[in-house]
Every structure is written in structure tokens, then in C-alpha cells.
């Protein structure tokens, strides 16, 4: 069964509630939705999210790289050769999401032609994933109240705290008031998105050693070697790679040269395909891994959702799966439930990332 057509598809829907972190905000989900059709006639799906401040990539240029560069070189191909799929994007350097995309349509194809959910395929270890919540800026007592409604509404108890602003004292406040309001059993960790310099981040790490916070994401611009190094080997709790750890090659080298010693694996921007190896990587060397989020529509999260479930080392962890709360619609036919803190695999051939298309035809951009 071969690769038959490659579609990618603009889409915008705007964020009921907008989030704003150290390296940008997003008002609205300019996406790109990516239809694979096989010579059989099997249909798979996956979302890409734009993120010119973290891969260089726009929507246009998403549009581009998978009409112009990568379907006519993978129409033609076996489903079932993933790894010749991963060769030819390789060729291509960057565009991770847009790569990330078409992995998980094609994992979502090869589902439906085997008739079992992908989750299975991949590893088959959960039916689910436990949720952590990311709370973007926004003054400490409102970052409060958010995160007990959600604990209230959705069982949710691991938030992600986005950091990174100036003064220091704006972030140090938040995470304090966080966890007096909730306590010391919730799971509290964050994420500056590279806003700040090595030594502001060492000093917020004093100022807060006292509240428990599990790890720290991204603190500063990890290509200053020595500076984030530095900060690695001082800290109480690990420091985390996300935007420095895009691919397989760059998660090795931040784990190996010390500029980090935990992995946010994320299904956008390595699909399937190549997470799987990271996370491989990351077991075999001892650093624990859990799985992220790119601000993800819920065909974004139901992808994060089968892949997280999968490993026992992705599901160790809470995933971060809930952000698409913040849109004003979806167009996931399936929407996803949060119940006591975990969103269930959902149990269909394939991925699950099945749009509805009425919704999907008002959506979209062309
Ligand atoms: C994160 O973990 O950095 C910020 C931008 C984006 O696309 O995802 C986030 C979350
Ligand atoms: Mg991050």
C-alpha cells in the first residue's frame, strides 16, 4: 500500500484564552493539517502547530515544505517504510513540525490498515496518560485560582509554571503563591522559555529552593555553553531540554555535553518515529523524559496522548495535554475528556486524530 497524496492544510481558530511566555504568545491556532491518502484509499491526520519563535517555521512555510519538498518525494512510498519516510525528510534540514506531522499521519494510516490502535503498536504499556496543566503569565493570585479550578474540574495536580519574566521577583511570587494555595503534593515545575541569563536563573533557583519545584525548563539560551553548564551542575533539580533538544541528535548532545539532564519529548516536533528513539536514548542513559506540549490543538494532544501512554518511560510522568482548553474550538471528531487528571487512549484503529470535516471546512484557510 503506497503513499498516495499528501495534503497540508491551513487552518486558523483563535484561543478563547491567549497564552503569553517568555519567547512569544498565541492568539489564535494558525495551524496546518496534514491528510495523507493511501493507493487503498486509508486517510491519516495530524496537526502542526507553527512556532516561528522556537523551530523558524510559519504556516506558510509548513504549507511549503510538505507540498513542495516532502510529497513529491514520499508519494510513491510504502506506508509501511517508515524509515525510508525519515530519510527522505532528513534530508531536509529543520522544519521539525512540519516532519513531526507527517510521521504521525503516516502512523495514523498504518493503524487503520492494521485495524489497532497506534498506542499499541508503539508500545502498548497504559491507556492513558496523566494530565499537567501549563499556566501561562498572569498575575500570581490569578495563576492561583486557575490552577485550583482546574485541580477542581479536571483532577489535574501537576501545573507548569511559565517563567522567565523580569523582574525575577514576578516569577518567584508565582510559583511561591502556587504552592502555598496548593499545597505541597502537587507536582510544580517551570518554564522560561530561555528568558533569562544563567545567573538569573541560579538565582531564582535560590530564591525558590525552599517550594519543592520538580525541574526547570529551558532557563536560558542553552548555546551559551558554559553559562547553562554551569547552572546544571549547581542546581538542586534537574534542568530541562526543550526548544534546545528539537531532534535526536541535538536531545544526545544536550544530555551528553552537560547542558542538560532531563528531556521534553514532544510528539509536534519528532512525530512518532523519532520520539520513540529519543526516549530510548534518554532510558538507556538514565535521564527521565516526559512529554510536552506545543500549545496543541486536541489532535495535537491525542498524538502526545497514544505516544506518552505507550512507553513506560514516557508515562512515568504527567504529560502536558491540556492547553487545547484555551481554544474556542477544535476540530478533533473525537473530542478529548479530562477525568481525574488523566485523558484515556482513546481505543480506534489508528491515532485518533480524525477531523470532523464540517467543522474543518469552516476552519480553513483555502
Ligand atoms: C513550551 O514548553 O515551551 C511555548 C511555545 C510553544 O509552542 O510551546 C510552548 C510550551
Ligand atoms: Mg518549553
Not at 519563535?53 to 506506508?79: C, M, N, R, W
Not at 525552599?210 to 529551558?218: I, K, N
Amino acid at each position: 500500500m503506497q503513499i498516495a497524496q499528501i495534503e497540508a492544510i491551513p487552518y486558523t481558530i483563535p484561543y478563547s484564552t491567549p497564552l503569553h511566555f517568555a519567547s512569544g504568545a498565541v492568539h489564535e491556532a494558525n495551524h496546518v493539517l496534514v491528510r495523507i491518502e493511501t493507493s487503498d484509499g486509508v486517510v491519516g491526520w495530524a496537526d502542526t502547530p507553527p512556532r516561528p519563535y522556537t523551530y523558524g517555521e510559519t504556516q506558510k512555510s509548513i504549507v511549503a515544505v510538505i507540498e513542495d519538498i516532502f510529497a513529491p518525494q514520499l508519494e510513491g512510498l510504502s506506508v509501511f517504510d517508515r524509515e525510508k519516510a525519515q530519510a527522505v525528510m532528513a534530508r531536509t534540514i529543520h522544519n521539525e513540525t512540519a516532519k513531526g506531522a507527517v510521521d504521525i499521519a503516516l502512523w495514523d494510516c498504518l493503524g487503520k490498515i492494521l485495524g489497532r490502535p497506534v498506542t499499541e503498536l508503539l508500545g502498548g504499556f497504559s491507556d492513558h496518560m496523566r494530565v499537567s496543566h501549563m499556566l501561562g503569565f498572569k498575575p500570581a493570585q490569578e495563576l492561583l485560582d486557575l490552577a485550583l479550578e482546574f485541580r477542581e474540574t479536571y483532577g489535574i495536580d501537576t501545573f507548569k509554571l511559565k517563567t522567565g519574566r523580569r523582574p525575577l521577583s514576578l516569577d518567584v511570587e508565582a510559583a511561591r503563591v502556587l504552592r502555598e494555595g496548593l499545597g505541597e503534593d502537587t507536582e510544580i515545575y517551570m518554564d522560561s522559555n530561555r528568558g533569562w541569563s544563567a545567573n538569573e536563573a541560579a538565582e531564582v533557583l535560590r530564591r525558590t529552593a525552599d517550594l519543592g519545584l520538580s525541574f526547570l525548563e529551558e532557563p536560558d539560551d542553552a548555546r551559551e555553553v558554559l553559562g547553562r553548564r554551569r547552572l546544571v551542575e549547581k542546581s538542586a533539580i534537574p534542568i530541562a531540554a526543550d526548544e534546545s533538544a528539537p531532534n535526536m541528535g541535538e536531545a544526545a548532545r544536550e544530555i551528553l555535553t552537560g547542558g542538560a539532564n532531563l528531556l521534553c519529548v514532544k510528539t509536534a516536533r519528532t512525530g512518532f518515529t523519532e520520539s520513540a528513539k529519543i526516549v530510548g536514548f534518554a532510558q538507556a542513559a538514565g535521564v527521565d523524559v516526559y512529554v510536552g506540549n506545543q500549545i496543541d490543538t486536541q489532535i495535537g494532544s491525542v498524538a502526545s496522548v497514544v505516544f506518552g501512554a505507550a512507553f513506560e518511560h514516557t508515562h512515568r510522568r504527567a504529560g502536558e495535554l491540556s492547553n487545547y482548553l484555551d481554544m474556542a474550538d477544535d476540530l478533533i471528531a473525537r473530542p478529548l475528556t479530562i477525568a481525574d487528571g488523566k485523558i484515556m487512549v482513546p481505543d480506534v484503529p489508528g491515532v485518533g486524530t480524525e477531523p470532523d470535516l464540517e467543522k474543518l471546512a469552516a476552519h480553513r484557510d483555502r
